[in-house]
């Protein structure tokens, strides 16, 4: 069964930053979404396998980076300039073979997910 641990959530004033941590059992095209309060689960950004190709939203393109350590099975999400309409529960997602990072992006949806954190960003 796949395991994805988040770390990383917390509060910060607008303009600030934050990094996600998300640890995997195993290798996966992995990704990152989020759900602010009373809206959808949505897809933020992700990355493939190897992690030649990177996926983002256009809310987020020039403010977040999506990365990955293949040695230690965990992906980071590094949120910079945050705004308050960041503010939301943010998901760390796999997919599983053959389905890639692509797919995240394109169906807005995973295979497994983590149990989520919160960013709250104040104004």
């Known amino acids: 069964q796949v395991q994805l641990v988040e770390s990383g959530g917390g509060f910060v004033q607008a303009g600030g930053s934050l990094r996600l941590s998300c640890a995997a059992s195993?290798?996966?095209?992995m990704g990152w979404f989020r759900q602010a309060p009373g809206k959808e689960r949505d897809f933020v950004a992700a990355?493939?396998?190897?992690?030649?190709?990177?996926y983002y939203t256009d809310s987020v393109k020039g403010r977040f980076t999506i990365s990955r350590d293949n040695a230690k099975n965990t992906v980071f999400l590094q949120m910079n300039s945050l705004k308050p309409e960041d503010t939301a529960v943010y998901y760390c997602?796999?997919?599983?073979?053959?389905?890639?990072?692509?797919?995240?992006?394109?169906?807005?949806?995973?295979?497994?997910w983590g149990q989520g954190t919160l960013v709250t960003v104040s104004s």
């Open positions: 195993g290798r996966y095209a």
């Open positions: 990355i493939s396998l190897n992690g030649g190709y990177t």
């Open positions: 997602a796999a997919s599983f073979p053959p389905r890639g990072a692509q797919y995240m992006l394109v169906q807005n949806k995973a295979d497994a």
